[in-house]
């Protein structure tokens, strides 16, 4: 296995991947693509920029790691499209970030770096130090989440009045904070202080503009650890030049390295290069974070923090694994004994599996499905896109069982272009507990009872409940040299429809199924293979 770290992460990091005996790869400038052919983990942090096209370089890639928050420099959208899975580590370098917002907060509050340089320069001046106390002012938050929430404690501490505007956090979770919750316009219209803790996105890209500046109070100062991109850099410095705002404390830029930005070199301008959460310790939180989600996802596939898919805690993982399974091989078997293009999915999850993942179990069931079909190959990130893109609808519902297994999964699919009445195909299974672990099993086809394991390949037969079939199957199966391994039956009624599934040994050529369709009570037959 071969991981490419593009940026600079933690040594303890790069130590924890390398521990796994996979060959960790940091390539000098110019040689990433070429790294990346045969990569199956990218680890990045602000600097790499994963673009399509940068994907496109690397055709077996199964995990980006970003070692830090933001993700506006990987395109995930792409990323999802490809199957690729994107996490991040959330929370990381919060502290650190906070740390950095309050540091400018007092610099902007007292003119630490220009008295610094003028200080250094020689000249004493006193005078000049006109600072402002931050006691008992008022600093705005535009976004309350990990970040944003450490600035407000620690601002509280400086008996700083604090507001926030963050359309995503309860009333209750602010005031518990301490914070009061404001609209947007409220907060520019009372804050001193204003700092920025919310991503970047297209809905708050330049959210500080020409009009959102012009309504922050006259005096006011602006700090940005976020992304430049969430200020007009042109508006900020024009209402720094005329004075409506006194400063601005900027960690991050449009650009980066900023080229002619028009705030470098504005006196009121306090200018840092992203550094906000480079800090030992949350460099070395970050990179070993990341290290370890994407050694685990790359070995065992536990999914944390993702951003295209969704996360679970390693309990919840561990939970619903086995039914990612099921879920898969249920949507295996389906997509191979239905007839027909499949236009229509059901799934159906009981008992407290309904309370695990659902996302998750229908991308795998789509997988199971989708892999039956498709040249290029579906998994739980892409899954649901493809399945999307080939106009599969997909309806998911969960349902109580008060008898019988409690957990149970059950997949129902149509096929579209068969003639009308469209053609069904129901399963049903569970995950029972066995030797090796667990063990996937179906509870049902098409509401016949029919217990079997799902594994491995399944001749599937429907046919008629009349004496001798077995025996005629088993006997076309020995003369084709095909052992049995398993054989489960099911009818909906003595001398009607009747199921079988037939757990073979080996390599099973098609050409068993001539034979079997010739056994006259035979209806249906299908070889199944299930995925492992
Ligand atoms: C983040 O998004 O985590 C911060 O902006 C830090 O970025 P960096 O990893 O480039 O320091």
Excluded at 16 to 45: D, H, K, N, S, Y
Excluded at 147 to 160: K, M, N, P
Excluded at 476 to 492: D, K, P, W, Y
Aim: aromatic fraction near 2%.
């Amino acid at each position: 296995m071969k991981i490419v770290v593009a940026d600079k992460i933690s040594e303890r990091g790069i130590e924890l991947l390398r521990e796994t005996g996979w060959q960790v790869v940091q390539p000098a400038g110019g040689v990433l693509e070429r790294e990346l052919a045969g990569a199956e983990g990218l680890v990045v942090r602000s600097a790499t920029r994963v673009s399509e096209g940068l994907l496109a370089a690397a055709p077996v890639l199964r995990v980006v790691g970003r070692a830090g928050v933001g993700v506006d420099n990987i395109d995930v959208e792409a990323a999802t499209r490809r199957g690729v899975l994107v996490m991040n580590t959330p929370g990381g370098n919060a502290v650190s970030v906070a740390e950095h917002t309050l540091a400018l907060l007092l610099a902007l509050a007292r003119c630490v770096p220009q008295l610094s340089a003028t200080t250094h320069a020689g000249h004493w001046e006193k005078s000049a130090a006109a600072g402002v106390e931050v006691r008992g002012k008022t600093l705005g938050l535009v976004g309350l989440g990990r970040v944003g929430g450490e600035v407000a404690r620690r601002a509280r501490a400086l008996e700083i009045k604090v507001l926030a505007h963050d359309p995503y956090i309860s009333a209750s979770v602010a005031r518990d904070a301490g914070v009061e919750l404001v609209a947007l316009d409220e907060l520019l219209r009372r804050a001193d202080f204003i700092s920025l803790h919310l991503a970047l996105g297209a809905a708050t890209e330049r959210l500080f503009n020409a009009a959102t500046i012009a309504r922050m109070k006259k005096g006011a100062r602006l700090i940005n650890t976020a992304r430049g991109e969430l200020v007009d850099e042109a508006a900020l410095a024009a209402a720094l030049r005329s004075g409506h705002l006194a400063g601005a404390a900027l960690d991050v830029f449009a650009q980066e390295p900023p080229k002619n930005s028009p705030l470098l070199g504005l006196p009121n301008v306090i200018a840092t290069p992203h550094v906000a959460g480079s800090t030992a310790e949350a460099q070395e939180e970050v990179g070993t974070l990341i290290a370890q989600q994407v050694r685990d996802f790359l070995a065992e596939g536990i999914i944390r923090n993702a951003v295209n898919l969704p996360s679970l805690s390693a309990e919840q993982y561990r939970r619903v694994r086995p039914y990612l399974a099921l879920a898969e091989r249920l949507g295996a078997l389906a997509a191979q004994v239905i007839a027909g293009r499949i236009g229509r999915v059901r799934i159906t999850c009981a008992g407290e599996l309904a309370e695990l993942s659902t996302h998750l179990l229908r991308s795998a069931v789509l997988q199971g499905m989708l892999n039956c079909v498709l040249e290029e190959k579906a998994n739980l990130v892409n899954a649901p896109a493809l399945a999307a893109a080939r106009g599969i609808v997909v309806d998911e519902r969960a349902c109580r069982r008060e008898q019988g297994f409690p957990d149970t999964l059950e997949v129902l699919v149509s096929a579209e272009d068969a003639a009308p009445p469209a053609r069904e195909f129901a399963v049903e299974g569970t995950v029972l507990p066995a030797a090796a672990g667990t063990s996937p099993r179906t509870l049902a086809i098409d509401g016949i009872p029919l217990e079997a394991p799902l594994e491995g390949t399944i001749l599937f037969t429907r046919n008629r409940d009349v004496p001798g079939v077995i025996g005629q199957m088993g006997t076309v199966l020995g003369n084709c040299g095909v052992n049995i391994a398993t054989f489960s039956l099911g009818r909906r009624a003595h001398g009607g429809e009747a199921l079988a599934l037939v757990g073979l040994d080996g390599d099973v050529p098609e050409t068993v199924l001539q034979p079997i369709r010739a056994v006259p009570a035979v209806l249906e037959a299908k070889l199944v293979r299930l995925p492992d």
